[in-house]
């Protein structure tokens, strides 16, 4: 057993930089703020002093260039861990991801390889307002080879930021603003957590949650809320968009026979929808009442903090999903 | 007269200007007749760019390529065989065949790749040029690119990048004059571009795209900079078309007395000539070289032909983990 030390997420996303960095040389960093800044979020500070201006590398305000930068140097055989600020920003460096560091590997037959890993973060703040708080992880989904993980815990995303840089072909790791702080328990020193493994959170039999990254701590807050009441809910953490561990979401369906899916991005071409149609396809029969989706509403995030509540899902729109379901449908 | 280049270098120099010329010119025939399917894009006119760039490359450097992409594969040692075979869309091609015309890259050779997107090559010729740096391996990275991407973000942002950062990157520029159909007067006001380098603060030469010497000088002129002072280099080589945007476009847009002025000042004619004059290579033994370019094209051809396609069970295992 390894000794667990408690970090902030951010910390946690350091030391997976830091380790991956010590050990292999072809790992360097590059982003907007992140050498001597250390990131706006705190996650590269120390990295410049250790491994100096030719691996963690300030760029300029280029993201399309400086992203295509790190797609050309990975077929070149390096493994570029690139920041994007804000995912909102990954809107500039489209061409870069979709057509270019997505499709190398197919295009060449299998020949080429990027192994890229681009990090960034989404979500609402605390009144960032319509361009710094999207949650754009469909975009991702929606392309084939593209990798897409979104962490929830320090412990994962340690282990995940890890498995993604070793990975051969290009990962869009998301992390959300509000986590950074989270503190968790974290192994010491090297450990992967394979791309394409859900884990479940908390352990139910009545309903099955199924959320990541920031609506993970927000549905155990509510699970822990409605075990109180007598509702056992199971919440199943994904960790991994692409590649989806189905086999673990199906397992838990099976079990619980109802399934509420939390997303933070807005309802509309949503991964949940896509999550829910792979559910009544698979385990039709063993479903006691229709999916609910819990998620955003179709519009831009307003700077009012209120109103920006009302557009994400909170603790009490997830229980009163789960008591609707389970009051609605369960004798 | 003492002569600058020997015989051997000027021989290999004009077979591969010719190897381009005869692989395009054969290629587009098995286009007319269905063996080509999809957008082929001939080098035709632009033949010396990619043979002077690649005559001055090592094997450590790399390029990166356009979606006019034959020749600069051909000029970087591309396997003629596959190539073809590529085009024709069979399993053995550079990408089994799923790539095709637009996406053949040899990343063993350094070739990271054609692209279909105008101006995308840039930044990942940068990203080239950067892992050299880091990996402090002393070699240069090439983007070969266009009048056309001069006008896309990419370039002025991923220029003024490989500025920044002192990168052993040249840009060549392969100024035909038209984004398609439009000429360049029409999608610029300043049209020498070789100002859109200097001011970045970035060395940059505004050549005749034609002279495959020229081409092969400022070549090795950019690559000493980017060794011995420090880079990017751009090279803006003013060339033309001798047809249309790809196959299907006759381009007839192209003015008929520009186009008799580059044909006359044709690239492949251009080294044939100096073979002859400057070398004393009699007609008999440029015939031989001709003849042995000739039967390889038509041996590749042949192989491409008979070359199997990769089955639908086969894709759809490749395809397994997207």
Same mark, same amino acid.
């Given at each position: 057993m390894k000794e667990m030390k408690e970090l902030m997420y951010r910390?946690?996303?350091?030391?997976?930089?830091?380790?991956? +960095?010590?050990?292999?040389?072809?790992?360097?960093?590059?982003?907007?703020?992140?050498?001597?800044?250390?990131?706006?979020?705190?996650?590269?500070?120390?990295?410049?002093?250790?491994? %100096?201006?030719?691996?963690?590398?300030?760029?300029?305000?280029?993201?399309?260039?400086?992203? %295509?930068?790190?797609?050309?140097?990975?077929?070149? %055989? +390096?493994?570029?861990?690139?920041?994007?600020?804000?995912?909102?920003?990954?809107?500039?460096?489209?061409?870069?991801?979709?057509?270019?560091?997505?499709?190398?590997?197919? +295009?060449? %037959?299998?020949?080429?390889?990027?192994?890229?890993?681009?990090r960034t973060q989404?979500?609402?703040?605390?009144?960032?307002?319509?361009?710094?708080?999207?949650?754009?992880?469909?975009?991702?989904?929606?392309i084939p080879g593209l990798k897409l993980v979104m962490p929830s815990t320090p412990k994962d995303a340690k282990g995940l930021l890890k498995a993604a840089i070793r990975d051969k072909h290009p990962v869009i790791f998301l992390e959300h603003k509000l986590l950074y702080m989270n503190k968790g328990l974290v192994p010491d020193g090297d450990y992967t957590i394979e791309l394409g493994k859900a884990d479940v959170k908390k352990e139910g039999s009545d309903v099955t949650i199924i959320a990541w990254s920031n609506m993970v701590p927000r549905s155990l807050a509510a699970a822990e809320k409605l075990e109180k009441e007598g509702i056992s809910v199971e919440v199943v953490d994904p960790r991994t968009l692409v590649p989806l561990d189905k086999e673990t979401i199906l397992e838990s369906v099976r079990k619980?026979?109802?399934?509420?899916?939390?997303?933070?991005?807005?309802?509309r071409g949503g991964i949940g929808s896509d999550i829910a149609s792979i559910i009544q396809e698979e385990v039709f029969d063993y479903l006691n009442a229709p999916i609910k989706i819990v998620a955003g509403l179709n519009t831009p995030v307003p700077f009012n903090l209120n109103l920006e509540k009302i557009v994400v899902p909170q603790e009490e729109d997830i229980i009163s999903a789960v008591q609707d379901l389970v009051g609605v449908y369960q004798e | 007269m003492e002569l600058k280049y020997s015989k051997e270098f000027v021989t290999n120099v004009y077979k591969t200007l010719l190897t381009i010329r005869v692989f395009e010119t054969e290629c587009i025939k098995l286009y007319r007749q269905g063996f080509i399917r999809g957008y082929f894009h001939p080098y035709l006119g632009e033949e010396a760019i990619a043979v002077g760039v690649c005559a001055a490359l090592t094997d450590k450097d790399y390029i990166t390529s356009t979606h006019r992409g034959h020749g600069h594969c051909i000029a970087n040692g591309a396997n003629l065989d596959k190539m073809i075979a590529e085009l024709l869309g069979k399993k053995d091609g550079y990408c089994k065949g799923l790539g095709g015309s637009m996406h053949i890259a040899d990343t063993t050779k350094g070739n990271l790749g054609a692209n279909g997107i105008v101006g995308a090559g840039i930044p990942i010729g940068i990203g080239a040029a950067l892992a050299t740096k880091i990996r402090k391996d002393d070699a240069v990275a090439v983007t070969f690119s266009s009048d056309g991407a001069a006008n896309n973000g990419v370039f002025s942002e991923g220029l003024n990048l490989a500025a920044a950062w002192d990168l052993p990157f040249i840009m060549v520029l392969e100024n035909n004059q038209y984004a398609v159909s439009t000429p360049i007067k029409e999608s610029t006001r300043e049209v020498e571009l070789v100002k859109r380098g200097e001011s970045l603060g970035v060395k940059s030469f505004r050549i005749d795209g034609n002279n495959v010497f020229e081409v092969y000088e400022t070549t090795k002129e950019a690559i000493r900079i980017c060794k011995e002072e420090k880079g990017p280099v751009l090279i803006e080589a003013i060339t033309f078309r001798h047809g249309g945007h790809h196959v299907n476009d006759p381009g007839l847009y192209l003015p008929k007395e520009e186009l008799d002025y580059y044909m006359s000042k044709d690239p492949v004619k251009f080294a044939r000539k100096y073979l002859i004059d400057d070398l004393g290579l009699n007609e008999s033994e440029v015939e031989e070289i001709d003849s042995g370019v000739n039967k390889q094209i038509e041996d590749s051809i042949e192989f491409a032909k008979e070359n199997g396609e990769m089955s639908s069970q086969e894709f759809l295992k490749f395809i397994e983990n997207y």
């Open positions: 910390e946690a996303l350091n030391h997976a930089l830091l380790e991956e +960095m010590r050990s292999d040389d072809t790992v360097f960093i590059m982003g907007e703020g992140i050498a001597e800044r250390g990131g706006s979020f705190k996650v590269t500070v120390d990295l410049l002093n250790e491994f %100096g201006a030719e691996r963690v590398i300030d760029t300029p305000i280029s993201e399309a260039s400086f992203t %295509g930068a790190g797609v050309g140097a990975a077929i070149a %055989g +390096m493994k570029p861990v690139v920041e994007i600020l804000f995912s909102d920003f990954t809107m500039l460096i489209m061409d870069q991801l979709v057509n270019q560091a997505a499709k190398f590997n197919f +295009m060449t %037959g299998g020949a080429g390889n990027v192994p890229m890993v681009l989404g979500g609402v703040g605390n009144g960032l307002a319509a361009q710094h708080s999207q949650s754009l992880e469909a975009i991702f989904y929606h619980t026979e109802h399934v509420i899916i939390v997303q933070e991005a807005i309802r | -």
